[in-house]
């Protein structure tokens, strides 16, 4: 019985290896042998460089290597596994099981007041410039979440000392905790269960709010009809978002597998124009425009569904709502958890720029002037919307 | 490279074997030559720098495993010759290994700063200097012949299945089988399977271990409060990650030597079921506790000497064994507890005694002198060794219980209640008795099978997979 384990093992080891895998090896291999028997200009390519790319080639183009990794996290589930250790991250089932990741410990003030430093420059620019300035402050997953006893959980401690010292120094802000329990709203419908992003219904819900806590400090007009939920059609794809957590846990590592996704998009006509730096501008309708249906393919592992919404990232994105011309100039200053407010946002607004100047190589791109873009644009408001770590 | 990695599974070891078995299949000089430049690049894998240090310690040995034959064994030229290579092989490792710990040892102890540098260490020089060391005294000893062809040393020497993480063999022991060998089926399929039980071991339960061990000695090197309870369940979960680990990569290394044709001795054999610290040290690591006995405790007098003798003897095996784990002053002190446990047992005659009804207190205390020893041996420094014993017996003013214990606890109590029975001979046993059973052999191989998938897995996953031999 041991030929029948090795024949099995064989057997398992090239239908990994069949196809891409392979073909990949060998080209590498070649490369190789042809720079060391002088064929290709020596001193370019050497063993190290080898032995990445048959290290890259392993980890990433072995058949079934995403079946593999939903067996690992099924095999995780029943050991009772609640922390996941990867290479580069640590995502924690918590008691409900929907996964979270970036748990912080409590902040001293110094950190606190970091956090407020840009928020507060932000809100100095909006002034000088005459725009009304609204900072959105959004909870992060864990806020509603119990981890487990060995894993430190102060996000919902850090979201009230931000939230204390923005009401301190006079900021506008909206504090969308509160809002969210207001309302009722349990984690499992403001969030995925497998990423950390909220989701498009709580993307509707903040957009409205916001205009609504802009008409009140600051008397801004806008379509109301036009953000009503019953404005609305909502496509539900079921099982088809396998969020950034569960993309390093895998799969079957909690009992929810992958996120329901919807869709949700206008019933009454739109118009928009939308335009990113480096690419041609998208003119039409609100799903033709402002989502990208690219990233609708249901592939677990592969495709980011959340960016359906906005596209993704970019420093710079402007939206004309061809509808509304005279509506409001509105700049939000954003991050991902922008990616499923500011296709809604734009409905009420004329023209919608949306910024992300989070620091690091993502987005692409440098981080755009604010001081002069803003200065130059002179919006009617400003709002600053980000996960509040 | 690692056996437990992608790289290994999928590229080298199916390469090896085909052109060693198919290409190469009637020319024995030629697979040997394969096999060593194999070897070597495994070894340049990893470590491409080091490569020459391996090449030139198996050049200097061989030359002095013909100058032994040259001169005469038992000679007094050759045991000079012996001398020189032995002085050579622990130069090498000196350099390497200890010189850095020496400085700061010098400047502790004399009060002047001598700064030496640290060198980078060459994985696997501990194993592959012991190796060579054997190579030359068993040659003298009469107990294998001088190898003419350096690349026959080289591959004794430099074999990648034991080269870096070991069993440490002996030459006696492959000396016929280096050029006689003989692959069989039997060999070759049952290789394969001990190869595969090996990688289950060191990746879905030594990998998931060490997640949990290396948090709690990270925290006490750190010195932040741990409770008794959690500092006990991290030195219980390095227990059982060192030994799935060590124990693994000895069976995948012994599976592998037997898909070649080499037999290499057994390195474990259940050393937790011990009942006294004497026959953990004959169950644990046995190729390294036969070396450091037949090259340096028997060649010392071994016990066959006075009292005060057998103490020195002892003394100089345990604390040479402390620091071939590593250049710290853990592994001395790691050596020297068991250097004093051994002696306790020896001059007491504990480890003759036999009384069944105490089995389990003497089980109890091999066990907690065991765990002791490891935390010692896996603490980065005596300070963080006397942290963590302080906080696992409540001298630290710390809490029983807390949070982390209830919550790794929770975590990991189903794969540690796993560890814990494959500690133990019980599958073995049941093996026994259903030899011969189809069922038995089929669900085996079933079982085998699906471990090694689930393996592979873990490795596609990008799982966490430590290589806890840097220091050797």
């Known amino acids: ?389 | 490279m690692l056996f437990s990695s992608l790289p290994f599974l999928f590229f080298f070891l199916p390469v090896v074997l085909a052109v060693y078995y198919l290409l190469l299949r009637k020319n024995r000089p030629l697979q040997n030559v394969f096999l060593f430049l194999a070897s070597l690049f495994f070894y340049a894998w990893g470590e491409p720098r080091f490569v020459l240090v391996l090449m030139l310690s198996i050049a200097v040995n061989w030359m002095a495993g013909l100058a032994i034959v040259r001169f005469g064994r038992r000679t007094r030229l050759a045991r000079f010759l012996v001398a020189l290579d032995v002085i050579f092989n622990l130069s090498f490792l000196f350099v390497y290994k200890y010189l850095g710990f020496m400085g700061r040892v010098f400047t502790r102890l004399s009060g002047c700063e001598l700064s030496l540098p640290a060198l980078a260490l060459p994985i696997g020089i501990s194993f592959f200097t012991f190796q060579a060391i054997s190579y030359v005294v068993d040659i003298y000893r009469g107990k294998g012949e001088a190898q003419k062809n350096i690349l026959s040393v080289g591959l004794y020497i430099s074999f990648f299945p034991q080269l870096i993480a070991g069993p440490i063999v002996r030459y006696e022991t492959v000396a016929a089988e280096i050029q006689g060998r003989r692959e069989s089926a039997e060999d070759f399929f049952s290789g394969f399977s001990r190869f595969v039980e090996g990688l289950a071991k060191k990746v879905l339960l030594a990998n998931k271990l060490a997640i949990l061990a290396d948090t709690v000695f990270g925290a006490a090197a750190d010195g932040a409060p741990l409770s008794v309870l959690f500092s006990w369940l991290g030195a219980a979960a390095y227990a059982l990650q060192l030994f799935f680990d060590f124990s693994g990569y000895s069976d995948m290394a012994i599976g592998l030597g037997r898909m070649f044709g080499f037999h290499f001795l057994e390195n474990f054999n259940y050393p937790y079921i011990s009942t006294s610290i004497s026959e953990f040290w004959r169950r644990w690591h046995m190729s390294l506790g036969t070396w450091f006995r037949d090259y340096v405790f028997i060649p010392l007098g071994g016990s066959r000497v006075s009292r005060k003798r057998l103490l020195l003897n002892l003394f100089i095996v345990w604390v040479l064994t402390g620091l071939w784990h590593g250049a710290n002053y853990t592994y001395i002190v790691w050596g020297l507890l068991y250097f004093v446990l051994l002696v306790f047992e020896r001059f007491t005659g504990f480890d003759k005694k036999r009384k069944d009804s105490l089995r389990a207190l003497r089980w109890a205390y091999t066990m907690f002198f065991v765990i002791l020893g490891h935390v010692i041996f896996r603490s980065d420094s005596i300070g963080a060794a006397a942290c963590m014993l302080r906080s696992m017996f409540a001298l630290n003013g710390n809490a029983f219980s807390d949070g982390m214990f209830t919550g790794y606890f929770a975590q990991n109590v189903r794969l540690m209640i796993i560890g814990c029975l494959l500690s133990t001979p019980l599958f073995k046993r049941i093996g026994e008795r259903c030899a011969g059973s189809a069922v038995y052999a089929f669900a085996r191989a079933g079982l085998l099978f699906g471990l090694f998938v689930l393996s592979v897995a873990s490795l596609v996953s990008n799982a966490y997979n430590p290589f806890i031999y840097f220091n050797f």
Not at chain 1, 57 to 62: A, F, P, R, S, T
Not at chain 1, 99 to 117: F, I, K, N, P, Q
Not at chain 1, 123 to 137: D, H, K, S
């Open chain 1, 1 to 389: 019985m041991d030929v029948l384990l090795f024949l099995s093992a064989v057997l398992f080891t090239a239908v990994l290896l069949w196809g891409n895998a392979f073909s990949a090896l060998a080209e590498e291999t070649g490369t190789l042998l042809k720079y060391k028997v002088g064929m290709l200009p020596r001193g370019e390519y050497g063993l190290a460089d080898y032995r990445e790319a048959v290290e890259s080639i392993l980890q990433n183009k072995l058949q079934y290597r995403f079946s593999l990794v939903s067996l690992n996290s099924l095999r995780e589930n029943l050991l009772g596994t609640r922390i996941v250790v990867t290479t580069d991250t640590t995502v924690v089932k918590a008691d409900s099981g929907n996964l979270l990741g970036d748990l912080r410990s409590e902040y001293d003030e110094e950190t606190v007041a970091s956090r407020l430093a840009p928020i507060e420059a932000l809100e100095r620019l909006a002034e000088q410039n005459g725009a009304g300035f609204l900072c959105c402050l959004v909870p992060t997953k864990p806020v509603y979440e119990t981890a487990t006893p060995n894993v430190i959980n102060a996000n919902g401690v850090n979201y009230d000392l931000i939230l204390a010292e923005t009401v301190k120094r006079g900021i506008p802000y909206l504090d969308f905790r509160s809002l969210f329990e207001e309302q009722g709203l349990s984690v499992g419908e403001l969030f995925f269960y497998t990423d950390h992003h909220w989701r498009p219904a709580a993307g509707l819900l903040a957009a409205r709010t916001i205009c609504g806590e802009l008409s009140e400090r600051y008397g801004f007009v806008y379509p109301e009809k036009d953000l009503d939920p019953a404005q609305f059609r909502v496509q539900t794809y079921k099982d088809h978002f396998l969020g950034s957590y569960g993309k390093k846990t895998g799969l079957l590592f909690t009992q929810y597998g992958a996120d329901d996704f919807d869709l949700i998009t206008p019933l009454f006509p739109t118009d928009f124009q939308a335009e990113v730096a480096g690419q041609p501008p998208r003119r039409g309708e609100f799903e033709d425009s402002l989502l990208d249906s690219v990233y609708l393919r249901k592939d677990y592992y592969e495709a980011n569904t959340y960016v359906v919404y906005s596209g993704g990232d970019f420093r710079l994105q402007r939206i004309d709502n061809l509808l509304h011309p005279d509506g409001a100039k509105i700049l939000i200053v954003r991050d991902s958890a922008g990616c499923v407010v500011t296709p809604f946002l734009a409905l009420a607004a004329g023209e919608l720029h949306v910024v992300d100047d989070r620091e690091g190589s993502y987005p692409a791109g440098a981080p755009i002037d604010l001081e002069s873009y803003i200065s130059e644009l002179r919006p009617d408001y400003v709002v600053y919307l980000k996960f509040t770590y």
